[in-house]
């Protein structure tokens, strides 16, 4: 049973557009949510990441939205470029970040 | 810059032989991981280890065991591969320290059993 669960698994959006990615997550000990991303034959990479004490956290394009009392968050790429086309993973932990538990992924690409 | 490195990029193996995945670390990490990647299920951790000689079971140990006898080196082992293993074998290092918890993966070893 996924603990947290990812949507869509794939997503196509023009460039400068917004890119939106959702998870939602079951388990209420998590206090710790990370996002990675991974272009094809590397592994992922740490993109961004919040705790729950905070709603929102914003770095350049890319914002983490949290929602605790529907146990979800999303990120959302403003002005998505090509560049950003990779797979993204949303992640959750309770134990200070060592044992992650990542959703299923979404494969996102920016046309051009 | 943080490096993990795995021993094997792409990797073909026979039903029933026994596997060593290797995966090393440069940057004094505590902690490594070894997760598998599959289409849709996204990462699943395997293993983990916080010290030279511990571990611990991830969601999916079944089928597998690890060793770290050295900090920097942590390895997985498949001792009788089956069909159902082939996949994509991603190492990760991270700092027990640091307050990013950040976890750096190495570029994943694509195993293939036949």
């Known amino acids: 049973q996924q603990q947290v669960k990812q949507s869509p698994q794939s997503l196509i959006v023009q460039k400068g557009g917004i890119s939106i990615i959702n998870c939602a997550y079951e388990n209420t000990a998590f206090d710790y949510f990370p996002w990675y991303q991974q272009f094809p034959g590397k592994g992922p990479a740490l993109l961004i990441a919040i705790r729950p004490d905070v709603s929102e956290k914003k770095e350049g394009r890319f914002t983490i939205s949290f929602n605790k009392s529907a146990k979800q968050f999303s990120l959302h790429i403003m002005d998505s470029q090509p560049g950003d086309s990779a797979t993204y993973f949303c992640?959750?932990?309770?134990?200070?970040?060592?044992?992650?538990?990542f959703g299923g992924g979404t494969r996102l690409m920016v046309k051009p | 810059d943080v490096k993990v490195t795995q021993s094997s990029r792409y990797l073909v193996k026979r039903t029933g032989e026994k596997v060593f995945l290797e995966c090393v670390q440069d940057m004094d990490h505590e902690n490594m991981f070894w997760y598998r990647q599959d289409p849709g299920l996204g990462l699943r951790l395997i293993y983990f280890?916080?010290?030279?000689?511990?571990?611990e079971k991830g969601d999916i140990p079944e089928g597998y065991s690890v060793s770290r006898e050295k900090k920097e080196r942590f390895s997985l082992i498949l001792e009788s591969a089956s069909t159902n293993q082939t996949s994509m074998y991603l190492c990760?290092?991270?700092?027990?320290?640091?307050?990013?918890?950040?976890?750096?993966f190495g570029p994943g070893t694509r195993l293939t059993v036949t």
């Open positions: 992640a959750a932990s309770w134990n200070a970040g060592n044992m992650l538990t």
């Open positions: 990760a290092s991270s700092s027990l320290f640091a307050s990013t918890y950040e976890q750096y």
């Open positions: 280890s916080y010290d030279v000689k511990m571990k």
